[in-house]
């Protein structure tokens, strides 16, 4: 095995606590600033997900502990290693999986990680054997000798992970990886993701708008909007919090729902969120001890015919919804009056699972 970082000091940080620091980390694009002092750690082994909307500041954070960008002011270190004064150590540590990565669509799969590896200068034999091994433990071996431009979307983000892997990183960036996947892809990475962890304790980084990846995946999860860390924990426990601040998450099915209900259900002070999923199910965020009658009342004044009525476990979803006044799968770039934050304006949004 191609050694890359001293063994001893390896296996000192395998037993240490934090793989991963970010302090203060503040990142601007002229006058807009992308990061707006995050900070957070990542222990060794672990699989952080950073959960947030387009434009929220994922990438940009990547970038920066992948040493592709540079901080404006903060620091962020991996294994120990400070990421700009110290970025060759850091990048022999690492894997980096993005949205934007390069594939040779004329050299088959096998010529591609042969190239990549060769960058790597890892010796031919073991570099022979790793691509092989790889090629096995994403499914690929038989398309290894298939070039890559006949590749289907999820095949292609399955090579991108191997070419990640090919210097055997102790710490793993995955940037979207289920990002344009069928249901299908989603699984096989998701698996493979959780196999990587099991089996070689990487640590992983993964940045999603997808709630099933953060839920399914992450031992814990910063949910970041507008460059800021707006909580940190455990999925089971960011759920918690909201059922503990007096927060119902409600289904009603109505017979005859009309706009004029649903118009009545937003205006209540103590609706948070409304999203319709068909024509007669409404699930709405609501605070207060009297929100659930406050709900009822109102539906039956507009003489609306309640056929069922479900409290429902909150999701990821609705804990986003709660911190951030906004919707996962709305842009951080879009202004969103603050009146619309409070009263929902998810009324014809297709929910994403
Ligand atoms: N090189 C750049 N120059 C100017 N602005 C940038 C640059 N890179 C990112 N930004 C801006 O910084 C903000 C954060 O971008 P970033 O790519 O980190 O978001 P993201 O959370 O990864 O979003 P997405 O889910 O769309 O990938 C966005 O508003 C983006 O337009
Ligand atoms: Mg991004």
């Known amino acids: 095995m191609n050694v890359l970082i001293d063994q001893k000091q390896m296996e000192e940080l395998k037993q240490g606590d934090a793989m991963i620091k970010v302090e203060n980390l503040t990142k601007k ?25 387009n434009g929220a500041g994922k990438s940009t954070t990547l970038r920066i502990l992948s040493t592709l960008a540079r901080p404006t002011s903060g620091t962020a270190s991996i294994g120990g290693f400070d990421v700009v004064k110290s970025d060759n150590q850091v990048r022999k540590l690492i894997g980096i999986v993005s949205e934007k990565m390069i594939m040779y669509d004329r050299l088959t799969a096998r010529e591609n990680l042969w190239f990549f590896g060769n960058l790597f200068e890892i010796p031919h034999r073991e570099l022979s054997e790793r691509i092989d091994e790889l090629l096995e433990l994403v499914k690929l071996t038989k398309f290894k000798n298939t070039m890559v431009g006949t590749f289907s979307t999820g095949m292609r983000q399955r090579m991108n992970v191997v070419r990640a892997l090919l210097n055997m990183p102790e710490v793993l960036f995955l940037d979207e990886p289920t990002l344009g996947l069928d249901p299908q892809s989603s699984v096989e990475i998701r698996e ?11 640590t992983i980084i993964i940045t999603t708008h997808t709630m099933l990846d953060a839920d399914m995946l992450c031992d814990r999860i910063a949910i970041i909007d507008h460059g800021k860390v707006v909580a940190l924990d455990t999925s089971a426990n960011l759920k918690r919090k909201i059922s503990g601040e007096n927060t119902a998450v409600l289904k009603l099915d109505i017979a005859n729902l009309t706009l004029n209900i649903t118009e009545s259900i937003k205006s209540l002070t103590c609706v948070q969120t409304v ?7 409404i699930r709405l965020l609501a605070r207060g001890e009297d929100a659930f009658d406050t709900v009822i009342d109102t539906v039956r004044r507009q003489n609306g015919r309640i056929t069922s009525i479900e409290n429902l476990q909150p999701t990821l979803e609705d804990v986003f919804l709660h911190l951030t006044g906004h919707d996962v799968r709305d842009s951080a770039d879009q202004k969103i009056p603050l009146e619309r934050h409070r009263r929902g304006f998810g009324m014809a949004r297709k929910r994403v699972r």
Do not use: C
């Open 192 to 202: 493979f993701i959780r196999k990587l962890n099991r089996e070689r304790r990487t």
């Open 275 to 281: 999203s319709q999923d068909n024509l007669t199910q």
């Open 29 to 53: 694009f002229g006058d807009f600033t992308a990061l707006d002092g995050i900070s957070f750690d990542v222990k060794t082994g672990e699989i952080f997900g950073l959960l947030g909307p």
